[in-house]
């Protein structure tokens, strides 16, 4: 039987402090030593993995469609992310995956408007939704002591 040590979660690379963001700032986040002493982490970056650098201008999900602050049509890189993120899952069995909130990649529940005006509204960015219609499930960062608790 594995321990939860051997059980594999993707992780968003930012995260875990990687320098790949869209405005090139780091993430802290509480607990994630906690996490990486419990599971073994796979950290992904959808948006570097479709082609992307960073910097990048900031993006938001409009539909099925991204489009970048000065209009242009990213969806191909989202998407190209997103598929090569659920090949890194299935490669290494994982259930779970603890996405950055309200991407246009990976949020879950809530992402921006697509309007770049900083309004939320309900739904998932490109990654979370390719993940969880194949059955791995989705957390934020906010949710990381869901994880720990089990």
Do not use: W
Not at 99 to 124: A, H, M, Q, V, W
């Amino acid at each position: 039987m594995l321990s939860k040590k051997d059980e594999n979660i993707l992780i968003s690379s930012c995260l875990m402090g990687l320098y790949c963001r869209y405005n090139g700032e780091l993430v802290q986040v509480k607990n994630i030593k906690a996490l990486m002493n419990k599971y073994h982490l796979i950290p992904i970056c959808p948006e570097i993995m479709g082609g992307m650098g960073t910097p990048r201008n900031p993006s938001e999900r409009k539909g099925s469609k991204v489009f970048d602050s000065s209009g242009k049509d990213v969806t191909e890189y989202f998407e190209m992310g997103a598929s090569e993120t659920l090949k890194l899952a299935k490669l290494y069995n994982c259930k779970y995956a603890i996405l950055k909130e309200r991407s246009p990649s990976c949020g879950y529940g809530k992402i921006y408007d697509g309007n770049f005006t900083g309004k939320l509204i309900i739904g998932n960015g490109v990654t979370a939704d390719l993940l969880s219609a194949n059955g791995i499930k989705v957390l934020g960062e906010t949710q990381i002591d869901d994880l720990l608790s089990l």
